[in-house]
């Protein structure tokens, strides 16, 4: 019984959808555009400049860069460094110094400073977006890293042309940063 209301339901719904003519071949032509402008603005909205960092008590340098489709980072557990994009409003998060850590050694738990270490940060991909920021929090222990601020518009550059994306973003950016060191 309840198979048939549904039935019943669905082509009442469809009805009117199925008495109206075809799209014209226009009709498609926009309908793709915005489909395509649709992805490419999820896309750019979701595009971040992944930038790999060494990481040492006195300073951040930049390793390399890629690009990458992710939600924005979160604050870490352990907010031991403030990661902050120059030129962004409100991008900012906390992350833990990857240098520190600790070792279980013979049942015991003692903690170890590395002399350095290799992470990412993470910066929106935008025209508009000059610098990397990682400083210590206020709070943070001394063994923590200086930080240091590092100029992403080179980085950036040669990202988009590494691996040739089609974004709009990365257009703007090549166009405006593509000699930047």
Do not use: H
């Not at 003519?21 to 971040?48: C, G, H, L, V």
């Not at 906390?94 to 600790?102: K, V």
């Amino acid at each position: 019984m309840f198979d048939k209301k549904l039935i019943a339901i669905l082509a009442v719904l469809l009805l009117p959808y199925c008495a109206t003519s075809s799209p014209s071949e226009d009709e498609q032509k926009a309908a793709r555009a915005n489909a395509d402008a649709s992805k490419d603005m999820t896309a750019a909205s979701t595009a971040q400049l992944a930038v790999e960092v060494e990481i040492t008590a006195s300073s951040v340098t930049p390793v390399g860069a890629t690009i990458v489709q992710a939600p924005p980072k979160t604050n870490s557990a352990i907010a031991d460094l403030r990661v902050q994009a120059v030129g962004a409003d409100r991008w900012e998060y906390t992350m833990a110094d990857p240098r520190l850590a600790e070792i279980d050694d013979a049942n015991e738990q003692r903690a170890v400073v590395l002399p350095t270490a290799r992470w990412y940060v993470y910066a929106p991909l935008s025209v508009s977006v000059t610098a990397i920021s990682v400083q210590p929090v206020s709070e943070a222990k001394r063994e923590v890293s200086r930080g240091g601020t590092i100029d992403v518009r080179g980085l950036a550059a040669e990202a988009c042309r590494k691996t040739q994306s089609e974004l709009p973003t990365c257009r703007e950016i090549v166009a405006k940063y593509g000699r930047v060191q």
